[in-house]
């Protein structure tokens, strides 16, 4: 039976070709995807075909691309090759991409992922021209069933002038139920309290809304997301996860954390998903999670009955764990509710259910300002995503990293951050597979020493607590946050001029 079975809109099925048509030089174009979830698989190609034929006739042809967050080869990757994305905003993870704000033709707004919707329904970025959105099923009354993501779509479908739907039938037709959509966000100052006081609560409604007179073009598909693999868990994640869960279980012992914990936020990359493997071999029961993504490694706690819920805004699995989550997805009805990313990640919602989040990162400082997007300051690897809305508000907050990188050429612990995403003020603690660092309540000099001894790769340690006593000794008048200022920055001009800190 068709997925679309409302009588207005089933006319309106075109091909890609033609709903890519829709789309003009210099649109606004907005998508729905999250994490390799949910994103339109076939107007993103044929829009990158025909910006590849105005460029070889000599007319330019670009886009902004807004999305919810990181999507697939298919849509940044295509279209970031075709030379055809003028601004991309919020996070990304797509190669290409990468390559084309690294090489500065593609402009980057880096926004926080709760910001990105109501910034955009703030008015901040402008006019929104067309939303790309992709479904599962759009009922006879014309509402709409999300997939495997939620993101800023119902965002995008209020703001657009134009909407292109995509129905995609790989997407389990019993998705429906899966969702929240919350329909009660409003300007300041017509602001009310987010009625959210437990994780798996439902506030909103469980489709999206369009308005049918918008609609311009609906692709009919069958094609799975994108699917990336994880990297097994190595030794070094493994002992990252254990120092972790170690810690857990003395915050439990201290009376910080009840025997349950609080809900869990797991962040983005391969050492997050194997902390929560590794929670999976653990005493731990009746978990819950109040997250943006759920990676192989959550849903690995949910199959072994250790994690009872989980509130998210999208799934981001590996290709085999997404075929059996389709194939068994009845059984995990009332367990797993897909939320706006406005509200997966809002603080009011972070901060009243005390979240503990846990996030990757590129490199800390001494004093646990933290880099979670740049190398070397200056080249983007994905994006800020969502850690800097949970571990700002968070109850607990933990970033996780290998000590060293690149076969051991870069410390990840460096005596001034070539960036920062998280600053001091907001880092609680760190964790390496040397070791933990908890900061909370310590003053700058005292967490620099706790940093180094406890997660400093060896190889650096000796030079990392030279940099800090040569720094305190070297400013009788500044010793709160002592630094050598010319020196802060020099472990990372020396790994560019020799390739090793
Ligand atoms: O690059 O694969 O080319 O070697 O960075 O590093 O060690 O595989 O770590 O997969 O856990 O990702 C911060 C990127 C960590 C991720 C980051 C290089 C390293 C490798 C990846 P190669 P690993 P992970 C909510 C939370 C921001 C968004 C976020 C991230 C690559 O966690 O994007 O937290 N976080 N969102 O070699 C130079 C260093 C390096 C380094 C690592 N110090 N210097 N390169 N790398 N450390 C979810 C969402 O928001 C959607």
């Not at 069958?222 to 190595?234: I, S, T």
């Not at 997007?373 to 994006?383: A, C, D, E, L, R």
Request: proline fraction near 6%.
């Amino acid at each position: 039976m068709s997925r679309i079975t409302c009588p207005t809109l089933r006319p309106r099925v075109v091909t890609a070709a033609e709903a890519a048509a829709h789309i003009r030089n210099g649109d606004r174009v907005a998508t729905s995807g999250f994490t390799g979830s949910g994103y339109p698989k076939l107007v993103p190609p044929a829009l990158a075909a025909h910006a590849k034929a105005e460029h070889a006739a000599g007319r330019d042809f670009a886009v902004e691309l807004w999305t919810g967050a990181s999507t697939a080869p298919e849509l940044d990757g295509i279209l970031a090759e075709a030379g055809a994305v003028s601004r991309r905003l919020p996070f990304q993870s797509d190669p290409r991409m990468r390559q084309a704000i690294n090489d500065g033709q593609t402009e980057y707004i880096d926004t926080h992922l709760s910001h990105s919707a109501q910034q955009a329904w703030f008015g901040f970025y402008g006019n929104l021209d067309v939303a790309v959105v992709e479904v599962a099923a759009i009922l006879p009354n014309g509402l709409l069933v999300p997939g495997s993501s939620v993101g800023n779509s119902k965002t995008w479908l209020d703001l657009a002038d134009r909407v292109i739907l995509e129905v995609n039938e790989w997407h389990p037709r019993a998705y429906e139920g899966f969702h929240d959509v919350y329909y009660g966000t409003r300007r300041p100052p017509e602001r009310l309290p987010i009625q959210l006081l437990e994780s798996m609560q439902r506030i909103g409604d469980p489709y999206l809304r369009v308005d049918p007179e918008k609609v311009v073009a609906i692709v009919e598909t069958n094609h799975p997301d994108r699917n990336l693999p994880f990297k097994p868990a190595d030794a070094d994640s493994q002992a990252i996860a254990a120092h972790l869960v170690d810690f857990l279980r003395h915050e439990i012992r201290v009376d910080r954390l009840p025997p349950s914990l609080l809900p869990l936020q797991s962040g983005v990359g391969n050492v997050a998903n194997a902390v929560m493997a590794n929670l999976a071999d653990s005493e731990f029961e009746g978990l819950r999670a109040y997250t943006e993504v759920i990676q192989d490694g959550m849903l690995d706690l949910i199959d072994s009955g250790k994690l009872t819920s989980v509130s998210a805004t999208a799934f981001s699995l590996s290709a085999e764990r997404a075929e059996a989550f389709n194939a068994n997805i009845e059984s995990y009805k009332g367990r797993i509710l897909l939320r706006t990313q406005e509200m997966s990640n809002h603080p009011e919602a972070v901060r009243r259910l005390g979240v503990v989040a846990i996030n990757g990162m590129v490199e800390a400082d001494i004093y646990g300002n933290v880099n979670s997007t740049h190398v070397m300051g200056s080249s983007i690897i994905n994006g800020i995503g969502g850690s800097g809305d949970f571990a700002r508000n968070a109850y607990l907050n933990f970033f996780v990293s290998n000590s060293r990188a690149k076969g051991g050429a870069i410390s990840s612990i460096v005596p001034f951050a070539s960036h920062i995403d998280h600053t001091e003020h907001d880092t609680q603690v760190l964790v390496t597979e040397q070791g933990l660092a908890d900061l909370r309540g310590l003053s700058p000099v005292a967490r620099a020493r706790r940093i180094i001894a406890s997660c400093a790769h060896p190889d650096f340690r000796d030079r990392l607590t030279d940099y800090l006593d040569r720094a305190i000794a070297a400013n009788p008048h500044g010793r709160h946050t002592p630094h050598l200022l010319a020196e802060a920055l020099s472990w990372h001009e020396r790994f560019h001029a020799t390739g090793q800190m």
